[in-house]
């Protein structure tokens, strides 16, 4: 009961976003360069918050997400413009197989830990990308003429998808097994939590949401090249959620809203626009080093308000 | 009820447990004793699956558990307190209990254990929504002992309940100990107290550079001089 009205209540709330953007960019008080930037943070967010299930809530430290976000990019192109099957389609496939990729690397490389675990997604990363860079089919180097395709109201629809399934997957009592992974992995496995089977889920979960996000980052921005996924990507996918809080989907969401809008706006300075990022995120991790939202949610900071006010 | 026969287990290339034979019967306590590094810890982490034997059997209520996977040897029945506590810190005392009964279905009877945790340890119900991470010692140790309860187990590991407690303490947890022991639960108790976990078992195995070395009656143990030299501190 409790939860199904956390459901409504946040579908009303994506519907109300939904219904204002897209009444601003009927009446062209948003134009194309704003549309774009909304696409651009919609994917940013579907990243984070898959990745947040991976590190945030499983705390298996993986920085390779940018190889299945490169996967999803590429099946779906390839769906596309070389299959000539409708986006959606290549959206559901890009999905799909970047699912399967993620439990091909998620199994072996999860038995690692820490630094070890990080290590070896990055290099599975780096090789789906350089495999991407030699095949010919896919334009290798030169990269992968993609149609624009992805619409406001995919990726929206992508990102309200990604967070519905990724936070019911955390509130259920799958999710708290990854939870009680992230807190201490021998207690869990005392308590008969099978958490290899748990990590591996997650894991799965995660590469799923960013192969759709690579589907609709590939048909956004009319060519793919191999270099758009290589690990600087996978890093600042990892910059959002860690500058959002380890562990708060809200803070991750915030985040890459935040970091897309900001680095949007800063190549209007092409020279100092790194510089000006960097400072931005040091003085961030300076004055809030667990992230802006810790390991709370946004629902947490009213709650702890209605208490105090009920006190009172 | 618990029957370990000749296990021998390694860590990489060192030999931990060496032909290691014990036994458990219902409705005792048994405690086995050592120094640090003895191997007692393994002996647990071998019985609760999360190590593996190398050799020999390891039997539960006419059913091999030797090598079997964690979450099957909970599911069967025994139940591990992990050495140094290990709660969930991030979580609250409730959470961290509702974990402990992560492979029941039954939701009544988790519940009722909920209650009866509680009953058993009043602080963790004063605390119920305080995350874990911040309660002391004592009580997290409390917190871990009631979450493992909460899997309803028959057989309960615990791994130096005492650890890094006030004697005080100490002695509050050996009394719910006892209580637990009461209702129905057989214990298997690893300590360095020796003392104390002689005063509270019924039988009693020292073991020594991953060897058995004696075994006997609780009684028998207090009185033999090797122990009292070794691990009471008495002449």
């Known amino acids: 009961m409790k939860k199904s009205k956390a459901f409504w209540g946040y579908l009303a709330f994506a519907l109300v976003i939904y219904a204002v953007v897209q009444g601003m960019l009927a009446s062209g008080m948003l134009d194309l360069y704003y549309q774009n930037m909304l696409i651009t943070i919609c994917i940013n967010v579907m990243l984070a918050v898959s990745l947040h299930i991976v590190i945030g809530v499983t705390g298996q430290f993986s920085i390779g997400h940018a190889g299945f976000m490169a996967v999803g990019a590429y099946i779906s192109a390839i769906c596309t413009m070389k299959l000539g099957l409708p986006f959606i389609v290549g959206i559901i496939l890009a999905g799909i197989v970047a699912a399967v990729a993620g439990l091909l690397v998620g199994v072996p490389s999860l038995r690692l830990k820490g630094d070890y675990l990080a290590i070896a997604t990055l290099g599975f990363a780096e090789i789906i990308r350089i495999v991407f860079l030699n095949v010919d089919y896919v334009g290798g180097a030169a990269g992968m003429v993609v149609n624009h395709a992805t619409t406001w109201t995919y990726a929206f629809v992508g990102v309200v998808i990604t967070i519905m399934v990724i936070s019911n997957f955390t509130n259920s009592r799958h999710g708290r097994g990854c939870l009680a992974i992230r807190e201490d992995e021998i207690a869990a496995d005392a308590m008969g939590i099978n958490t290899t089977y748990y990590k591996v889920v997650a894991f799965v979960i995660g590469s799923l949401f960013a192969g759709v996000a690579g589907a609709l980052y590939a048909h956004n921005f009319y060519i793919i090249q191999p270099t758009a996924f290589n690990f600087l990507k996978s890093f600042e996918i990892l910059i959002y959620i860690v500058l959002g809080g380890l562990g708060s989907l809200s803070g991750s969401v915030m985040a890459a809203i935040f970091l897309t809008a900001i680095s949007q706006y800063l190549q209007a300075f092409p020279e100092t626009r790194m510089i000006i990022y960097s400072v931005v995120l040091i003085i961030v991790m300076l004055y809030r080093p667990t992230g802006l939202m810790g390991t709370k949610e946004l629902k947490d900071l009213f709650k702890v308000k209605n208490r105090g006010g009920s006190e009172a | ?235």
């Open chain 2, 1 to 235: 009820m618990l029957q370990v026969n000749n296990i021998d287990v390694f860590y990489g290339n060192i030999h931990a447990l060496k032909n290691i034979s014990l036994e458990v019967n219902e409705g005792e306590i048994v405690t086995l004793i050592g120094a640090n590094g003895a191997g007692k810890t393994t002996l647990l982490k071998t019985l609760s699956g999360l190590l593996k034997p190398k050799q020999g059997t390891i039997t539960y209520k006419m059913q091999q558990i030797g090598g079997k996977p964690a979450q099957a040897i909970v599911k069967s029945g025994i139940s591990h307190v992990p050495e140094g506590r290990r709660v969930f810190a991030n979580m609250s005392v409730e959470e961290n209990l509702e974990l402990g009964a992560f492979l029941r279905k039954d939701r009544d009877g988790i519940k009722k254990d909920l209650d009866h945790v509680f009953e058993l340890f009043p602080r963790l119900k004063e605390r119920r929504k305080q995350l874990s991470g911040t309660l002391s010692g004592g009580e997290q140790q409390m917190l871990a002992m009631g979450r493992a309860i909460m899997a309803r187990p028959n057989l309960l590991l615990l791994d130096e309940p005492s650890m890094g407690l006030a004697p005080l303490i100490v002695q509050q947890i050996f009394e719910i100990i006892q209580t637990i022991n009461k209702e129905g639960t057989t214990i298997l108790l690893v300590e360095q107290n020796a003392h104390m976990a002689l005063s509270i078992a019924d039988r009693a195995y020292v073991i020594e550079t991953g060897k058995i070395v004696l075994s006997g009656t609780a009684k028998e143990l207090q009185e033999s001089e090797e122990v009292k030299a070794a691990y009471l501190g008495g002449v």
